[in-house]
């Protein structure tokens, strides 16, 4: 019975850590499959929108949930700017010119926030109602793990019906599939960049903000989550919603079990079994082949 309870708290722990990862990585993954970007800033939009809804609650005083929604909304527009300023500009250029400017974004996002905010990790404070633990029947487990994994489950279900269901997101389908072809049906693919690039990235700010309570908040954000955060797209398959979100829960609940049974190499299995994965599938396991 004991071993049973620790075993769906593992599972329970890396499925909290693997929506947490879907949120952030699931903008990354669409806008690589319609753009075509090389975009190692992604993780900096996700700290940016920590950062934002961290600041928000402790110097505006607003709840926890309403600063979730000021986190997506001021990070989408502050990204969609950068993507009609400078990411636009760099659309046709190469994958080399494409990861040095985003990288050195990330550098400068990591800069600012050190300068402005300064090096430590933000706490983040919970309302009452989700702190403490949630009665399974069971088991106890904690009340925000069991708060995430709901919300993730939620935004899954939006996000598919949303890209099935909808005019915009037969759009988005149509420009992943075949560019040319969707603009040639008078798809303004300039202003479909711009929306989903700023979706993506307020996406990525609500997986920074729901994870800071047990990854962190820090500078370094930016840079210490993106390898997972690329792994999660390379896995699932770039432009695939449900990809995406089965290769984070595998990947959560794969280095939640590791790093507790071997911490010292937990992660170094991770990246042995993406790279065997990509060998076998270049494309991902929800990829389509080209």
Known sequence: MIFGIDFASMILGGMAWGVVLFIVSVGLSVTMGLMGFVNLAHGAFAMLGGYIIVLSMRHLGIGFIPALAVGFFGTAAISMLFERTLYSRLYKAGELDQVLFTIGLAFIFIASLTVFVGPENQPVTLPPELRGQFDLGFMQYRTYSIFIIAVGVAIVVGLWLGFERTRFGAQI?????????????????????????????????????????????????????????????????????????SASLIIGVLDFVLKKYVPQGGTLFIYALTILLLLWRPQGLFGKST
Do not use: C, W
Request: aromatic share 12%.
């Open 173 to 245: 389908r149509a420009a992943v599939d075949n560019r040319r072809m969707a603009e040639s049906l008078g798809i303004n693919i300039d202003r479909l960049f711009s929306i989903t690039f700023g979706f993506g990235s307020g996406m990525a700010a609500l997986g920074g903000g729901l994870g800071a309570e047990f990854l962190g908040l820090d500078p370094q954000y930016a840079l210490k989550y993106l390898v997972f955060f690329l792994i999660v797209v390379a896995v699932g398959g770039a432009g695939s919603i449900v990809g995406v979100f």
